[in-house]
């Protein structure tokens, strides 16, 4: 549906956007995941036509757009300050938009109920735009852009102004709409939850360059590097000496864990005979009593942290040169193991993934 094709944004000297390449399949939750200032906003204005790539080519459904504007592209945008008319009501903002089609008076009423109705906004049509709470305003702004009926919805961190129970909410309805609806949704946030929960697939973006686009689960269990396994929630980083390097897989030696043979990753660059492995603090178990594993490691816990359902213990393994960070549930008492108190963990060893610098 949209084809990135070596795409740079450039000011003066500086690459906003650099050689981004990138496909987007119709009907799919698609994200741009990435910290501020990463590039991602200007890669979404270039999609929906309020910016223009200072080289390369943006494709929507086959055509080139250069030259196109936006209000004669496929796209509609949802921006994050929602941009609602203040001095309209509900049904008056969504209809905005559908002026310049002339439909007549009831095909207009028709698609703008059925609008509200896909955004669970019907019977409020009639409500001021400045009586709405925030959810309600995110709801109208999605209406607005979903009336026009675009073949891809583009939407700038749609959830950004959302307390955290709200945003959690609408994220579920959002997916629930994008599949109902079935048309394309493009998503930029820095918050890697939401990319995780809501998307098909996600382009993970830093300093301008895509450093991945992957499914959400291999985002998370193969990052491809330490930067993208970092932003993407907590990770154990490991030193090894490698010890076989084939087409395929890493094998390698570290300290705690003995030796271990990984799948390699594609960007992996080979760098003397060291590599990072990365464990993910979920993947380590803690061990109690006299359970035993076939894989675990020995420490001593040197701090603790308590989340409510999780404790984040931190543990210290003779041979590794930081500790290692345990997120464990607290159903049989991780919230207890006393700082000091000797402590086994156990691992699969397909958990330790090799990660490119
Ligand atoms: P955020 O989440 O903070 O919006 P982002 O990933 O969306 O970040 P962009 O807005 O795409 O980031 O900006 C990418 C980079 O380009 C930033 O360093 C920004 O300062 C720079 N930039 C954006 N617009 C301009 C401009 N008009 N002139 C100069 N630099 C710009």
């Given at each position: 549906?949209?084809?990135?094709?070596?795409?740079?944004?450039?000011?003066?000297?500086?690459?906003?956007?650099?050689?981004?390449?990138?496909?987007?399949?119709?009907?799919?939750?698609?994200?741009?995941?990435?910290?501020?200032?990463?590039?991602?906003?200007?890669?979404?204005?270039?999609?929906?036509?309020?910016?223009?790539?200072?080289?390369?080519?943006?494709?929507?459904?086959?055509?080139?757009?250069?030259?196109?504007?936006?209000?004669?592209?496929?796209?509609?945008?949802?921006?994050?300050?929602?941009?609602?008319?203040?001095?309209?009501?509900?049904?008056?903002?969504?209809?905005?938009?559908?002026?310049?089609?002339?439909?007549?008076?009831?095909?207009?009423?028709?698609?703008?109920?059925?609008?509200?109705?896909?955004?669970?906004?019907?019977?409020?049509?009639?409500?001021?735009?400045?009586?709405?709470?925030?959810g309600q305003r995110q709801r109208v702004a999605l209406a607005?852009?979903?009336?026009?009926?675009?073949?891809?919805?583009?939407?700038?961190?749609?959830?950004?102004?959302?307390?955290?129970?709200?945003?959690?909410?609408?994220?579920?309805?959002?997916?629930?709409?994008?599949?109902?609806?079935?048309?394309?949704?493009?998503?930029?946030?820095?918050?890697?939850?939401?990319?995780?929960?809501?998307?098909?697939?996600?382009?993970?973006?830093?300093?301008?360059?895509?450093?991945?686009?992957?499914?959400?689960?291999?985002?998370?269990?193969?990052?491809?590097?330490?930067?993208?396994?970092?932003?993407?929630?907590?990770?154990?980083?490991?030193?090894?000496?490698?010890v076989d390097d084939d087409s395929g897989s890493l094998t390698?030696?570290?300290?705690?864990?003995?030796?271990?043979?990984?799948?390699?990753?594609?960007?992996?660059?080979?760098?003397?005979?060291?590599?990072?492995?990365?464990?993910?603090?979920?993947?380590?178990?803690?061990?109690?009593?006299?359970?035993?594993?076939?894989?675990?490691?020995?420490?001593?816990?040197?701090?603790?942290?308590?989340?409510?359902?999780?404790?984040?213990?931190?543990?210290?393994?003779?041979?590794?040169?930081?500790?290692?960070?345990?997120?464990?549930?607290?159903?049989?008492?991780?919230?207890?193991?006393?700082?000091?108190?000797?402590?086994?963990?156990?691992?699969?060893?397909?958990?330790?993934?090799?990660?490119?610098?």
């Amino acid at each position: 549906m949209i084809e990135i094709a070596d795409v740079t944004r450039s000011y003066g000297a500086f690459k906003a956007l650099d050689s981004a390449s990138l496909t987007i399949r119709e009907g799919e939750f698609f994200s741009l995941l990435g910290p501020s200032g990463c590039g991602k906003t200007t890669l979404l204005r270039m999609i929906a036509g309020f910016d223009t790539p200072t080289s390369g080519r943006i494709l929507i459904d086959g055509q080139p757009m250069d030259g196109i504007p936006p209000n004669r592209r496929p796209t509609n945008m949802v921006f994050q300050s929602y941009a609602i008319f203040p001095h309209l009501n509900v049904e008056q903002n969504v209809a905005y938009g559908l002026k310049r089609l002339r439909l007549d008076a009831r095909e207009e009423k028709r698609r703008v109920d059925e609008a509200l109705a896909q955004v669970s906004l019907a019977g409020l049509g009639k409500r001021g735009a400045t009586e709405l709470s925030g959810g309600q305003r995110q709801r109208v702004a999605l209406a607005r852009a979903l009336v026009m009926r675009p073949k891809v919805l583009l939407l700038d961190e749609p959830l950004s102004a959302l307390d955290k129970k709200l945003r959690e909410q609408m994220q579920v309805e959002l997916r629930h709409l994008q599949r109902t609806v079935g048309i394309t949704f493009v998503l930029v946030t820095h918050d890697q939850y939401e990319a995780l929960a809501m998307s098909d697939r996600i382009a993970v973006m830093f300093g301008g360059r895509i450093a991945q686009v992957a499914a959400p689960k291999e985002i998370y269990q193969q990052p491809t590097n330490r930067q993208v396994a970092d932003f993407l929630g907590g990770m154990n980083f490991i030193q090894a000496e490698i010890v076989d390097d084939d087409s395929g897989s890493l094998t390698v030696d570290t300290m705690a864990f003995g030796r271990v043979t990984t799948e390699k990753p594609k960007a992996f660059v080979r760098n003397g005979s060291g590599a990072t492995l990365g464990i993910r603090p979920e993947r380590l178990r803690v061990l109690w009593d006299d359970a035993r594993a076939k894989f675990e490691v020995a420490g001593t816990v040197v701090d603790r942290h308590y989340f409510g359902e999780i404790t984040h213990l931190i543990v210290e393994v003779p041979g590794l040169e930081k500790p290692l960070s345990v997120s464990e549930t607290n159903n049989f008492g991780a919230d207890d193991i006393p700082v000091g108190a000797p402590i086994r963990l156990a691992y699969d060893p397909e958990a330790l993934v090799a990660l490119a610098d």
